[in-house]
């Protein structure tokens, strides 16, 4: 599967908001300012990286530009290490960007302020992770995680971040799902489209399975993820029984097209099949009554049948959905209604009433 950009919008445009709302919450700020020390230079060679850091991939070319700009200019904010063992050796708690691209910039020694590992340091250094952008739906749950695992409640961290608690429970949910949807994850696909197929596994692994290994990540999201459930519902109803007009168009709509003759409530019709002006609009079909058959059709009216995906249904003209670019459709004998995009339907045959 290919990890795609275009699969981050949902995580990019929450950690927007976030930095819109304030860089960090009050624990935050408190943590830079509480007993902080004096930075000092410290040989790059003797610092590593937090092997606890959520962040576990760095976008190459911004890690280039900032060593181009350290090159210039140097670190221009010094990076925080907790002191190890006492050897002189230290693990960066915030700032392995800078880190990283200082090492490129080929300095010898970079600006650092000593701290002790505290649970409120910790928790500073999880929120200033999660608030970077660019971190991918797996590195913000593994945050996420590593603050329920540190004590935190839900509405801790909800209010920490300027989340909801349910969208917390989704991300905490995400490193306890099977493997196949982690590996997703690590491919940015949104939580919510993860939380959905989350669900669907539960009931028909296999399918789920299938539908991961044949899917790219960048088409996984809410939108196929409902298609999917709507596909595994009705293979489990089995065949659907509806009103005969619809179900001579379900059942063999293809074989009507090349008809020129069909059945309709005990008189033979010629129906001319509907097609689409220039401007989308269904073009009525043409209907030729045997004789006496013309009083019985009068004002009957019309089914329009669409096929959305591998389900067939009616259209509902008799009333409006609630965006002017979707329309109601009819399922399963009416049983299931559902608004759907234009966009995503296939419109098939008109049928007499």
Same mark, same amino acid.
């Given at each position: 599967?290919?990890?795609?950009?275009?699969?981050?919008?949902?995580?990019?445009?929450?950690?927007?908001?976030?930095?819109?709302?304030?860089?960090?919450?009050?624990?935050?700020?408190?943590?830079?300012?509480?007993?902080?020390?004096?930075?000092?230079?410290?040989? @790059?060679?003797?610092?590593?990286?937090?092997?606890?850091?959520?962040?576990?991939?760095?976008?190459?070319?911004?890690?280039?530009?900032?060593?181009?700009?350290?090159?210039?200019?140097?670190?221009?904010?010094?990076?925080?290490?907790?002191?190890?063992?006492?050897?002189?050796?230290?693990?960066?708690?915030?700032?392995?960007?800078?880190?990283?691209?200082?090492?490129?910039?080929?300095?010898?020694?970079?600006?650092?302020?000593?701290?002790?590992?505290?649970?409120?340091?910790?928790?500073?250094?999880?929120?200033?992770?999660?608030?970077?952008?660019?971190?991918?739906?797996?590195?913000?749950?593994?945050?996420?995680?590593?603050?329920?695992?540190?004590?935190?409640?839900?509405?801790? @961290?909800?209010?920490?971040?300027?989340?909801?608690?349910?969208?917390?429970?989704?991300?905490?949910?995400?490193?306890?799902?099977?493997?196949?949807?982690?590996?997703?994850?690590?491919?940015?696909?949104?939580?919510?489209?993860?939380?959905?197929?989350?669900?669907?596994?539960?009931?028909?692994?296999?399918?789920?399975?299938?539908?991961?290994?044949?899917?790219?990540?960048?088409?996984?999201?809410?939108?196929?993820?409902?298609?999917?459930?709507?596909?595994?519902?009705?293979?489990?109803?089995?065949?659907?029984?509806?009103?005969?007009?619809?179900?001579?168009?379900?059942?063999?709509?293809?074989?009507?097209?090349?008809?020129?003759?069909?059945?309709?409530?005990?008189?033979?019709?010629?129906?001319?099949?509907?097609?689409?002006?220039?401007?989308?609009?269904?073009?009525?079909?043409?209907?030729?009554?045997?004789?006496?058959?013309?009083?019985?059709?009068?004002?009957?009216?019309?089914?329009?049948?669409?096929?959305?995906?591998?389900?067939?249904?009616?259209?509902?003209?008799?009333?409006?959905?609630?965006?002017?670019?979707? @329309?109601?459709?009819?399922?399963?004998?009416?049983?299931?209604?559902?608004?759907?995009?234009?966009?995503?339907?296939?419109? @098939?045959?008109?049928?007499?009433?």
């Amino acid at each position: 599967m290919n990890d795609s950009g275009s699969n981050s919008r949902v995580n990019r445009s929450m950690l927007s908001s976030l930095k819109e709302a304030g860089a960090l919450n009050d624990l935050m700020r408190t943590s830079r300012t509480a007993g902080q020390g004096s930075p000092r230079d410290i040989p @790059i060679d003797l610092i590593g990286p937090d092997p606890d850091q959520p962040r576990k991939h760095f976008d190459e070319e911004k890690l280039a530009s900032l060593a181009d700009s350290i090159s210039v200019q140097g670190v221009l904010q010094p990076i925080t290490v907790q002191p190890l063992n006492g050897d002189g050796r230290h693990l960066i708690i915030m700032g392995e960007r800078r880190y990283r691209a200082a090492k490129r910039a080929g300095l010898q020694s970079i600006p650092a302020i000593e701290r002790e590992m505290t649970e409120e340091l910790r928790m500073a250094q999880l929120t200033e992770n999660v608030q970077r952008d660019g971190l991918t739906t797996f590195e913000i749950a593994t945050a996420v995680s590593a603050m329920r695992e540190a004590g935190k409640s839900r509405s801790d @961290i909800a209010s920490a971040l300027g989340w909801g608690e349910s969208e917390v429970s989704r991300f905490a949910a995400v490193l306890g799902m099977p493997e196949p949807l982690q590996q997703l994850a690590e491919q940015d696909v949104p939580v919510r489209a993860l939380s959905d197929l989350y669900a669907l596994w539960k009931k028909n692994p296999e399918d789920v399975e299938e539908f991961v290994q044949t899917s790219d990540a960048a088409d996984v999201s809410r939108v196929t993820v409902a298609r999917l459930r709507s596909r595994l519902a009705q293979d489990a109803a089995g065949p659907v029984q509806v009103p005969r007009t619809v179900a001579s168009a379900a059942a063999g709509y293809r074989d009507q097209m090349d008809t020129p003759e069909m059945q309709v409530g005990g008189d033979t019709v010629a129906v001319q099949h509907a097609s689409l002006d220039k401007v989308g609009k269904v073009k009525a079909p043409e209907v030729q009554s045997t004789p006496g058959a013309q009083k019985k059709q009068a004002g009957r009216g019309a089914a329009i049948i669409c096929k959305h995906g591998n389900a067939i249904g009616r259209l509902l003209t008799d009333r409006t959905a609630s965006s002017p670019k979707s @329309i109601l459709v009819s399922f399963e004998n009416g049983s299931r209604v559902e608004e759907v995009p234009l966009s995503e339907l296939e419109l @098939i045959e008109v049928v007499a009433l």
